[in-house]
C-alpha cells in the first residue's frame, strides 16, 4: 500500500530555534497534505491543509507565521515550526488521501514526529 | 465546524469480554467514520470504517455501527485481548469544502486485564 514517511522521526531542540519537519509520499503522488498535532494524552488536532504549489490554508487559531508550511513538489511537504518553544511540544503527524473519490480512498498517516523543545 | 464527541475516556474490561466506545458528531454532511487504535508513540492505526452509505460493518472481532438519523456511531470488539488495550479514537470526515479533514474525538483508553 501507500507510504508516507516523515523525517526526523524526533527532535529536541532549544527554545528559540526553528525546526523543519518533512513529509514524503514514498509511491504516489500527494496532491494535498494534511498535517495534525497531538499534545500529550491529547487527541490529534488538524492544523493545516497543503496543495502542492499553492499556499497552505490553516485552522482556527493556528498561526501561520510560527508553523510554516511549504509544499513545492508532489512528494514532499514541508513543516518548519518557526522560534519553537517549549509549548510547540508535541508530536506532529502529516496525512494524506489516496484515491480522491469519497466513497472509496483511503487516509495514510506518516509515522509523526516528536518535538520537544526544551 | 465539525464536533465529535467519544466516550468513555477510559474502559477497563476482562479478557473475552465485549468492549463499546461511542462516539456523536454534529455536521450531517459528514459521510466517513474511521476507528483508529494508537499505541505510544505511534502513528494512529486505522481498524475499521464505515462510510455513510452503510450501516453497519464488520471484520472478525470488531464491528461498526452508524446511525445517521442520530449522528452517531459506535466501535464494539468481542472478545477481548490483552493486546487490545491502547488508545482508540473516533474521527468524522465531511465532504465537499471539507473533504480529507479529519475531526478526531477525545480519545478513550482500553485496558483489558488477563
Known amino acids: 500500500g501507500a507510504v508516507v514517511s516523515q523525517h526526523p522521526s524526533w527532535v529536541i531542540c532549544k527554545s528559540g530555534t526553528s525546526v523543519k519537519i518533512e513529509c514524503r509520499s514514498l509511491?504516489?503522488?500527494?496532491?494535498?497534505m494534511f498535517w495534525y498535532r497531538q499534545f500529550p494524552k491529547q487527541s490529534l488536532m488538524l492544523m493545516a491543509t497543503s496543495n502542492e504549489g499553492s499556499k497552505a490554508t490553516y485552522e482556527q487559531g493556528v498561526e501561520k507565521d510560527k508553523f510554516l508550511i511549504n509544499h513545492a513538489s508532489l512528494t514532499l511537504s514541508t513543516l518548519t515550526v518557526t522560534s519553537a518553544h517549549p509549548e510547540d511540544s508535541s508530536f506532529y503527524i502529516c496525512?494524506?488521501?489516496?484515491?480522491?473519490?469519497?466513497?472509496?480512498?483511503?487516509?495514510?498517516f506518516g509515522p509523526g514526529t516528536r518535538l520537544t523543545v526544551l | 465546524g465539525e464536533n465529535v464527541e467519544q466516550h468513555p475516556s477510559t474502559l477497563s474490561v476482562q479478557e473475552g469480554d465485549s468492549a463499546v466506545i461511542k462516539c456523536t458528531y454534529s455536521?450531517?454532511?459528514?459521510?466517513?467514520f474511521p476507528w483508529y487504535k494508537q499505541e505510544l508513540g505511534k502513528r494512529p492505526q486505522l481498524i475499521i470504517d464505515i462510510r455513510s452509505n452503510v450501516g453497519e460493518k464488520k471484520d472478525q472481532r470488531i464491528a461498526v455501527t452508524l446511525n445517521k438519523t442520530a449522528k452517531h456511531f459506535s466501535l464494539h470488539i468481542t472478545e477481548t485481548q490483552p493486546e487490545d488495550s491502547a488508545v482508540y479514537f473516533c474521527?468524522?470526515?465531511?465532504?465537499?469544502?471539507?473533504?480529507?479533514?479529519?475531526?478526531f474525538g477525545q480519545g478513550t483508553i482500553l485496558t483489558v486485564h488477563p
Open positions: 509511491d504516489f503522488q500527494a496532491t494535498t
Open positions: 455536521d450531517s454532511a459528514s459521510n466517513y
Open positions: 496525512s494524506t488521501i489516496v484515491g480522491w473519490r469519497e466513497f472509496t480512498d483511503t487516509q495514510y
Open positions: 474521527a468524522a470526515r465531511a465532504g465537499g469544502t471539507s473533504y480529507g479533514k479529519l475531526t
